[in-house]
């Protein structure tokens, strides 16, 4: 049977663009459709738009990890599991990689009758990040503190971000708004040259890439998350590393003023929420985690008291590359140890289960 991809029973989560309903698009990382269905065999079609590297499409399928290669455009069949008798799965296609490609969501395939989804977790996570957050490269094990190895997409998987193992662990729902190379400021960076757009730009957009003009935004009342992250800052040293070389200068005050104008910002669209200012482990000057404990002091002070700054243990000298796994599960042990003393708004008892 053909499952309408608008159908009650699959289950969306994520930043996804569903103007047209039976063509869902999926650009940010950890987006993901989950469905249970009763019977043996799972066929999805899903058309690619490539950007760069090689791009991949995750999955749980019963509790084991897989990934497909898509086709650099045009539609691609996958065959998500074909077994010899008719049982019970539970599937969840996710997002691994980030803006690198765009993907839409064609038709679903079943042998079988499809059930009733799993409740959602009652707690609800926002993270504004950057690679890091995005898992980009997290898959090369070998390179634990080391710079990345050559590579063309193979090794990022969203599912070993920082962000998902937190959110799994703390039992919630992640949004996960991340872009490899992207800073705070427009102009800065290492996301799509010569256009280089900021987290400033991207933060409230539904649909960012990578060409200006083709943009769609976010209705934020579709998620109400009670925890944002806010982890960016490190590459904005790029192409001049202004808040090491002169942390009272203009440029870096600059950047605290669009930095806390941010916040500001989503603190409008999240009056409840708890905010969390961070950067990560990969190596960045001391300066950038400096300038955003100032500018968290300075929200407090104006009377935000939801909004605070964390530090990993490691921040900024924990390795010149990516996150591998590893890293990625010190960093989310220690921003759950973080969080869980927090008071949040909302945050209810973790669900049973979840991970």
């Not at 991809?5 to 990382?29: A, H, M, Q, V, W």
């Not at 769609?216 to 192409?239: C, E, H, K």
């Not at 300038?291 to 002070?301: F, W």
């Amino acid at each position: 049977m053909i499952v309408l991809l608008d159908d009650g029973r699959l289950s969306y989560s994520g930043r996804i663009d569903r103007t047209n309903p039976l063509k869902p698009e999926f650009l940010f990382p950890a987006s993901s459709l989950s469905f249970r269905f009763l019977g043996r065999k799972a066929v999805l079609f899903l058309e690619n738009r490539r950007f760069y590297w090689d791009n991949y499409l995750g999955g749980m399928i019963d509790g084991k990890q897989m990934k497909w290669r898509l086709e650099p455009e045009g539609i691609t069949r996958i065959v998500l599991l074909d077994a010899d008798v008719d049982q019970e799965h539970q599937v969840m296609l996710f997002k691994r990689q980030d803006g690198c490609h765009i993907y839409a969501l064609c038709e679903l395939e079943i042998c079988g009758e499809l059930l009733e989804p799993e409740k959602k977790p009652a707690r609800r996570i926002e993270v504004y990040g950057d690679s890091i957050s995005a898992g980009e490269v997290s898959e090369a094990t070998d390179y634990v503190g080391k710079p990345d190895p050559p590579h063309q997409g193979e090794y990022s998987n969203s599912w070993y971000s920082y962000a998902w193992i937190a959110a799994r662990r703390l039992g919630a729902e992640l949004h996960d708004i991340a872009q490899g190379g992207i800073p705070l400021l427009n102009g800065a960076g290492w996301y799509a040259p010569p256009w280089y757009p900021g987290m400033e730009f991207i933060w409230d957009k539904l649909r960012y890439q990578p060409e200006p003009g083709n943009e769609r935004t976010w209705d934020f009342s579709r998620y109400r998350p009670q925890l944002v992250l806010l982890a960016i800052g490190q590459n904005d040293s790029n192409p001049e590393d202004y808040m090491a070389l002169e942390p009272g200068g203009a440029k870096a005050k600059h950047w605290k003023e669009q930095y806390a104008a941010l916040v500001k910002q989503l603190r409008t669209q999240y009056p409840e929420a708890v905010i969390l200012l961070k950067t990560t482990i990969l190596c960045h000057h001391e300066n950038w985690a400096l300038a955003i404990g100032e500018i968290c002091k300075r929200l407090r002070e104006e009377g935000d008291e939801r909004v605070y700054h964390f530090r990993y243990m490691r921040n900024g000298r924990g390795t010149p590359g990516h996150a591998r796994i590893s890293e990625a599960e010190e960093m989310a042990e220690e921003l759950i140890k973080y969080i869980e003393g927090l008071q949040i708004p909302g945050w209810q008892e973790k669900g049973e289960g979840y991970e």
